[in-house]
């Protein structure tokens, strides 16, 4: 069979993304919904969407919740996403985001999401399975359902040895995931202090542990990505720090999948990691800088990658 060009995303634990907008919101008061929004979730969808967007088709797997999935296929059809999602009993869990714009945050309200039967996780890896036939590769993100083994991703990255895998998760799941040898991982600065146990304060700090599990996990490219630090990228020897100029930040959700998409769309065009390092980043920057889902635009894009700040790191000059 011929190999497709086309990213396969897998979410597991997707949800859909209620933004209730109130200005001055306080809890445990009468608050009034100046708009509301609803939105298909859940990060490997996030990274479909911004792949898609940027005219780089991809194929959604994971799990659905059968009796609310009008909303996804809506949008798959919308964004020429390929739809190979497992419907699952039940509903899709719902996040609330309460989006106070006087006063600059977000509430966050998670519902617990559905757990998928052993014969739904068994199709999934049928059709991950089937899928690698044809697919170089693979994006895994997002949390793991309750209920569901935590060495779920480890199992995925064995089942796609020899792909290229991309993993962003966190916890137990990435700590499994690891020495199965993903092909990239995108800690945040935080999720990688949790795996390491110890905390991370300076780049020289992140840089070698970045570097020590690249070599004993055989891990082609490690991200660590910092919030308005920007992010350090690691292949090799090479080390990049990309950084954001300052922005006016909309709203922060999909920031750490725009930056997994803008890599991978990156590297799927043969582009060097510092090159791949700037188009992440200025993926990151539209997704902070408008309301909704997906990128403004590619030519958005392109300018915000003309701010990028890309600076090598090397071992001495940090
Ligand atoms: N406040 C900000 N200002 C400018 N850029 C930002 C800001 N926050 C995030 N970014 C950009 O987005 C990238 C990813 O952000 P971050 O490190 O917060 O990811 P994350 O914690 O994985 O996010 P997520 O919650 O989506 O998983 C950063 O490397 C940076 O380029
Ligand atoms: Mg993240």
Redesign the pocket.
């Known amino acids: 069979m011929g190999q497709v060009n086309r990213v396969v995303t897998v979410t597991i634990n997707p949800a859909i993304d209620h933004t209730i907008a109130i200005p001055n919101f306080r809890a445990g008061e009468v608050n009034r919904v100046q708009f509301s929004q609803l939105d298909p979730g859940g990060?490997g969808i996030n990274v479909a969407s911004f792949l898609s967007d940027f005219g780089q088709p991809a194929t959604v797997t994971g799990f659905l919740g059968a009796d609310n999935d009008e909303i996804f296929r809506r949008f798959f059809a919308q964004k020429d996403i390929e739809d190979r999602c497992v419907r699952i009993a039940g509903q899709t869990r719902t996040g609330v985001k309460i989006m106070d714009e006087a006063l600059r945050q977000t509430t966050d309200i998670n519902f617990p999401g559905q757990t998928p039967s052993p014969a739904d996780i068994d199709q999934l890896f049928g059709i991950l399975r089937e899928l690698a036939a044809t697919h170089e590769w693979f994006v895994l993100a997002g949390s793991i359902p309750a209920g569901v083994s935590a060495g779920i991703y480890r199992d995925m990255v064995t089942l796609l040895a020899g792909k290229k895998v991309a993993l962003d998760t966190s916890g137990e799941g990435l700590r499994q995931a690891i020495p199965a040898g993903p092909w990239l991982i995108?800690p945040?600065v935080h999720e990688l202090a949790e795996l390491v146990g110890e905390p991370l304060t300076t780049h020289a700090d992140i840089l070698k542990v970045a570097r020590t599990l690249s070599e004993r996990h055989g891990i082609h490219c490690v991200i660590v990505?910092?919030?308005?630090e920007?992010?350090i990228f690691v292949e090799g020897d090479e080390a990049i720090w990309?950084v954001?100029p300052p922005?006016e930040?909309k709203s922060?959700?999909?920031?750490?999948?725009?930056?997994v998409a803008g890599t991978v769309a990156g590297k799927m065009r043969g582009l060097s990691l510092a090159e791949c390092a700037r188009l992440a980043?200025a993926f990151?920057?539209d997704r902070?800088t408008h309301l909704g889902a997906g990128l403004s635009s590619v030519a958005a894009v392109q300018s915000a990658s003309e701010r990028v700040t890309i600076r090598e790191l090397s071992n001495t000059a940090i």
């Open positions: 990060k995108k945040n990505s910092m919030g308005k920007g992010a990309a954001p922005v930040v922060t959700v999909g920031a750490g999948d725009s930056m980043t990151s920057m902070l």
